[in-house]
């Protein structure tokens, strides 16, 4: 599934879903939960949640960095609702999909009078949906104080977005805006050179009739209607569209992609000694027209040189200031340009945490070819989950979406060999017989206690065994047992034997899970943050599993 989504996430694919959600839900956590949330949730209840998750994961990782948001505060909202996705339908994961075969082998040794009718693919749903809802509203309304806010270890090593780079860095308080330009306009057919003089702003991309430049040349004059990507202060950005009738939009819209972090951003590049570029002046040189650079700073000695003004300083017409040996070129570009760059001797890049990714749009037919194959193979035939996504992997291989080392990259091995250590540890808990000694001991403490109490320590068991052995494992031990009780206490078995199945998916509390440990080194969890997370949601799950099973059933 790892890679599967590498090569979806190497044609674009996954950018321009990322980019999707991000026009519906904006760049705010608890917008963007929602959307993230219920659209794995809705994947999962005819997927394995693991693939949904693992599916997801770079889409998660795109929109972490366009909306600067920590990894940490989306992957487990992600990876829990993935896992509550599985009780939507009754293939949504493998102990509801063994279900109907347990109680079919139960019925056997029930009276005719007590025999257990399948369960329908969406009899579930209602439970399933009301689920999801509760998991997406926990972490709308409480994800700020129970998520983490730690960022993963690859987070601090990518690149800074260029607002928090200038800022941080030079002092420059500037932000990027999208500003409308309407038909009629009386800034048509005004340079782009003589609005930045004037006005104190850099002119950073233009968008007319769907051709969109970045770094547009200097001389460009603006047509209506239009899109600018004006990088300066606020104030002034919204004086300046006021005093022209423009419209600044709450956000960025048409430029989302091109500044976002994985594609462009703020770049350091230092003048050597001996370069043939001293002497001369940006103007001279025409860097966007060249290089495709929109010169932001030119930092000398302990000064900062900007076009913008600031309460600290004047503005600089940087196009007039000749450059010196040792000047510090501030400059916002595309990836792409600087790595060209850094192959000039004239200049020396300093910034060298930056995506050097290629994209490979021209295979996005054979990446989704092959996504839609290992889908529709897992959906339609009875061939096994593994084989049907090595299938899809190597197609991504085969058609070179993906190169044998992109893929070995995309496989998060630490998140391999944590499951094959707790997948053993499973294994030898029911092998050994000790979860059937834990499970007849847990029993004898019930006996003799009303029938809801005993479906809540049902799903109580159930819960703690999917902690420590595979959902698949305890869901076939516990089935019979719990038919066994139900008949016993005068309980419907087929509700007792959907509280096995649905209550083991409740696992939040340890990441044992295989959603959980995928998403663990990612979102740079520790076992604390499952613990407090987690905990909060196993209740939740309880009661309101409970509550929906007696209401519907």
Same mark, same amino acid.
């Not at 749903?125 to 689920?131: A, D, K, V």
């Given at each position: 599934v790892m890679i599967i989504g590498a090569g979806l996430d190497k044609t674009g694919l996954i950018s321009k879903v990322a980019g999707y959600i991000l026009k519906l839900g904006g760049t705010k956590e608890t917008h963007i939960i929602p959307i993230i949330s219920g659209s794995v949730g809705m994947i999962s209840s005819f997927m394995q949640n693991v693939g949904a998750a693992a599916l997801f994961l770079p889409v998660v990782s795109r929109i972490s960095v366009r909306a600067e948001l920590p990894m940490s505060r989306l992957l487990m909202p992600m990876g829990f609702c993935a896992i509550l996705g599985g009780t939507i339908t009754m293939v949504g994961s493998s102990p509801l999909i063994l279900l109907n075969d347990l109680m079919g082998v139960a019925n056997a040794g029930l009276p005719a009078d007590q025999q257990m009718q399948p369960? !329908?693919?969406?009899?579930?749903?209602? +439970?399933?949906?009301?689920? @999801?809802?509760?998991? +997406?509203?926990?972490? +709308?309304?409480?994800?700020?104080?129970?998520?983490?806010?730690?960022?993963?270890?690859?987070?601090?090593?990518?690149?800074?977005? &260029? #607002?928090?780079? @200038?800022?941080?860095?030079?002092?420059?308080? @500037?932000?990027?805006?999208?500003?409308?330009?309407?038909? !009629?306009?009386?800034?048509?057919?005004?340079?782009?050179a003589d609005l930045m003089d004037a006005h104190h702003i850099y002119i950073i991309g233009t968008d007319y009739r769907g051709k969109r430049v970045v770094a547009p040349m200097a001389s460009t004059r603006i047509e209506?209607?239009?899109?600018?990507? +004006?990088? !300066?202060? #606020?104030? @002034?950005a919204e004086e300046f569209s006021k005093d022209f009738g423009l419209e600044v939009l709450p956000q960025l819209e048409r430029f989302s992609d091109d500044f976002a972090a994985t594609h462009a951003g703020v770049a350091e590049i230092v003048v050597p000694p001996g370069s043939s570029v001293i002497g001369k002046t940006p103007g001279q040189i025409r860097y966007r027209a060249t290089h495709g650079l929109s010169l932001l700073g030119i930092h000398r000695g302990n000064e900062t040189l900007s076009h913008v003004e600031t309460p600290q300083r004047a503005a600089t017409r940087l196009t007039n200031v000749p450059l010196l040996a040792g000047d510090t070129l501030v400059v916002h570009t595309k990836w792409d340009s600087l790595t060209r760059l850094s192959l000039d001797r004239d200049y020396v890049i300093v910034t060298s945490e930056y995506p050097r990714e290629e994209v490979r749009p021209q295979k996005v037919g054979w990446a989704l070819a092959f996504f839609v194959l290992a889908i529709l193979m897992i959906l339609v035939t009875d061939i096994r989950l593994?084989?049907?996504?090595?299938?899809?992997?190597?197609? &991504?291989?085969?058609? #070179?979406?993906?190169? &044998?080392?992109?893929a070995y990259d995309a496989v998060g091995w630490n998140t391999v060999f944590l499951l094959a250590s707790l997948i053993p540890l499973g294994v030898a808990v029911q092998a050994t017989g000790t979860a059937a000694w834990i499970a007849a001991q847990v029993l004898i403490l019930l006996d003799g206690w009303p029938i809801w109490a005993l479906q809540v320590g049902v799903a109580i068991l159930a819960t703690i065994f999917t902690l420590v052995m595979s959902n698949v494992g305890a869901t076939v031990l516990l089935v019979p047992l719990a038919v066994s009780i139900a008949v016993a206490a005068g309980g419907n078995p087929a509700i007792f034997a959907l509280t096995v199945a649905i209550s083991t998916s409740n696992s939040f509390l340890i990441p044992t899970h295989q959603v959980n440990a995928l998403i663990m080194g990612p979102g740079g969890y520790r076992v604390v943050d499952f613990i407090r997370c987690g905990f909060i949601m196993t209740l939740l799950f309880l009661v309101v599993s409970m509550l929906m099973m007696n209401l519907v059933f």
């Open positions: 369960f !329908g693919l969406f009899d579930v749903t209602p +439970i399933g949906i009301s689920l @999801v809802v509760t998991g +997406i509203l926990y972490f +709308i309304l409480f994800g700020r104080w129970v998520l983490p806010r730690q960022s993963s270890k690859d987070e601090g090593a990518s690149a800074q977005s &260029m #607002r928090n780079y @200038v800022k941080a860095i030079y002092g420059l308080k @500037v932000d990027i805006f999208e500003v409308s330009v309407p038909e !009629g306009n009386i800034l048509i057919g005004h340079s782009l209506a209607p239009c899109r600018l990507a +004006i990088l !300066g202060l #606020r104030r @002034v593994s084989l049907c996504l090595l299938t899809g992997a190597a197609g &991504m291989i085969v058609s #070179r979406v993906l190169s &044998m080392d992109e």
